[in-house]
């Protein structure tokens, strides 16, 4: 199995509702990335969490990371309908060489 | 500033055929990589570069080749395609080996 794995696949809410996203992993990492992909489109970087670190916050995003348990959760606070979109975790194995993303969490926000 | 960019955006193959999927990047990154996206799945690194005249084999690296002759220019080779080598592949680049840049992806459909 991979690496890191999302949970849920799928999840769906409401406008203006908190949507958390899980990332579990199963070896020991430099950092965990966090990824959104729009239908169709590359990827693009939200977040990044090192190692020896366990809570960050970019705008409306905050990213927890637990290595004791090999867990990342990513938490999207006041959705909006432009978060539409699959999120991805990424672990780097080792200094920028060897990164692993899991399958995704395909996030729809109703309005 | 383009960015990352690929080139083509589409392509059709037969069985056999040959192809180079081109990426250039007009930011001085250092890494580049190749990955491909399969339904359902995450993105796997295929090769990657850290630095010009370097390669490296990722998770998937059989059936491609890679050159890095230029810093700017990471080509992605099949040399006898199979359609198990149908996907969308990603081209990224990074400065620092963390946050990477993604192209806006090449479907690749071999018949």
């Known amino acids: 199995s991979q690496q890191g794995e999302e949970d849920p696949q799928a999840l769906s809410i409401q406008e203006g509702e908190n949507a958390t996203m899980n990332c579990s992993y199963k070896?020991?990492?430099?950092?965990l990335q966090w990824y959104r992909q729009n239908s169709g489109r590359g990827l693009v970087h939200l977040i990044l969490i090192r190692s020896n670190e366990r809570e960050k916050h970019s705008g409306r995003l905050r990213v927890t990371l637990d290595t004791s348990k090999k867990s990342s959760s990513l938490l999207i606070t006041a959705s909006r309908a432009a978060d539409t979109a699959s999120y991805f975790c990424?672990?780097?194995?080792?200094?920028?060489?060897?990164?692993?993303f899991g399958p995704g969490t395909r996030l729809s926000v109703l309005p | 500033n383009a960015g990352v960019t690929q080139t083509p955006k589409f392509r059709v193959l037969k069985t056999g055929q040959s192809m180079t999927l081109l990426c250039a990047q007009d930011?001085?990154?250092?890494?580049m990589y190749w990955y491909r996206q399969d339904p359902g799945m995450g993105l796997r690194l295929i090769h990657y570069s850290v630095g010009e005249g370097t390669t490296a084999k990722g998770e998937v690296p059989d059936g491609y080749n890679v050159s890095r002759l230029k810093k700017q220019n990471f080509l992605l080779g099949l040399e006898s395609a199979a359609p198990s080598q149908t996907s969308v592949y990603f081209c990224?680049?990074?400065?620092?080996?963390?946050?990477?840049?993604f192209g806006p992806g090449t479907r690749l459909t071999v018949t």
């Open positions: 930011m001085n990154h250092e890494y």
């Open positions: 070896t020991s990492i430099n950092n």
């Open positions: 990224a680049s990074s400065y620092t080996g963390d946050e990477q840049y």
């Open positions: 990424a672990t780097d194995l080792g200094y920028g060489q060897n990164f692993v």
